[in-house]
């Protein structure tokens, strides 16, 4: 069953104009929020160590006690960029006060 709707009073280029002017104040408004996805980038002990600018035993010992967060993909080792980068940032913040 199909249903008819009718409008009084507007013609239809101000209904489409009064469209689009509703979805572009939308899309502005959703696209102040729209934060994109990082994609994660996976680096291994050695590029962490040298991010860090600590040795690889260091890394091994940060990731056994939990200061650095270690991800464990297959049979290796791997470790989120951003969460290094984040030390690194924090470390700077600590030092500067």
Known sequence: MKTITQLYGITPEELKKELLEGISKELKRLSKDFRP????????RKEASELLGVSLVTIHTWGKEGIITKYKIGNRIRFRRSDLEKILLDSNEEASK
């Open 37 to 44: 996805k990082e994609p994660t980038i996976w680096i291994t």
